[in-house]
């Protein structure tokens, strides 16, 4: 695309300067609407018709001496758009004074759209330019409002909705298990909900009678690893064998799934070989 690119007469004076010792510190990248004679770029000391800057993702070099500078143009507050024809490096040496490093022009041009025409449309170009490898080139990135790849990796990534698919509870209490293989206890996370489904089987009588010293909470299993917690214990309503009911608590510090409050009118003991359905959503704590 960029059939043009060449180091200014600017860019070979620091240049000059760096092979005796200092240091190239590229600052912007920006890319302009504007077209000179290909004869004209060396002399040029501004990208003629600057529309943007680009965000600077930094700077590699290759054993050999090839440096590659990474940007990342975006349209984001471009009330209109335009023909990207130039892109240039500005870079600075030790004295200070930014001048336009190197040029690259293109003949046809690139549409870059208005943020309303088209949202979150994103171009990213890699400048190579093949020099002495006594010469240094660092950068200059400004944070304000910009991240690096990797950094927009990483938060992608953060964003990325939560997926475990579902995953087969394999830890168990107090003799329980699951009811059966078409009834298998199973857990899935999609984002910030979290999905728990079958049913558990008791092979012993479960201890949920209520008590003087009130009624009692039976573990049953505990949640996989990996999936995420409510942010205080929850409690859900369920229903088992015949027309009893009974509780089941999720605890948010122990990942725990507990049964209590068990039976039609009063709390009793769980009957071993119970039928008890548990069909429960809740959200994740943040």
């Not at 930014?98 to 025409?117: D, R, Y």
Request: overall charge negative; glycine content about 10%.
């Amino acid at each position: 695309m960029w059939d043009n690119t060449i180091i200014t007469d600017k860019g070979i004076e620091l240049l000059k300067n760096a092979l005796n010792g200092g240091t190239i510190n590229v600052t912007a990248i920006k890319a302009g609407a504007g077209k000179v004679d290909v004869s004209a770029l060396k002399s040029q000391t501004a990208v003629s018709e600057i529309k943007q800057s680009g965000t600077i993702q930094g700077v590699t070099t290759a054993s050999d001496g090839t440096i590659k500078i990474g940007v990342l143009f975006s349209n984001t507050g471009l009330t209109a758009g335009y023909l990207m024809t130039q892109l240039g490096i500005y870079a600075k040496d030790a004295s200070g004074t930014e001048v336009l490093f190197a040029i690259s022009q293109n003949s046809t041009g690139k549409e870059v759209p208005s943020e309303t025409s088209m949202p979150a449309w994103s171009l990213v170009h890699d400048f190579y330019i093949k020099l002495s490898n006594d010469v240094s080139i660092t950068t200059t990135i400004d944070p304000e409002g910009y991240v690096t790849f990797g950094t927009l990796q990483e938060e992608l990534e953060k964003q990325q909705p939560i997926d475990t698919g579902w995953l087969k509870v394999t830890n168990f209490f107090n003799g329980c298990t699951h009811y059966g293989p078409n009834s298998n206890v199973q857990v899935r996370q999609c984002g910030k909900f979290v999905y728990i489904v079958g049913a558990v089987g008791n092979k012993n009588e479960l201890a949920t009678k209520q008590t003087s010293d009130g009624i009692p909470d039976v573990a049953m299993f505990k949640l996989p690893d990996g999936i995420g917690l409510p942010r205080t214990n929850v409690r859900f309503a369920q229903q088992g064998s015949g027309s009893n009911r009974f509780s089941v608590v999720v605890d948010a510090s122990t990942r725990i799934v507990s049964i209590g409050r068990y039976g039609t009118t009063s709390c009793i003991n769980v009957p071993a070989d119970a039928w008890l359905n548990v069909c429960l959503t809740y959200i994740v704590a943040d």
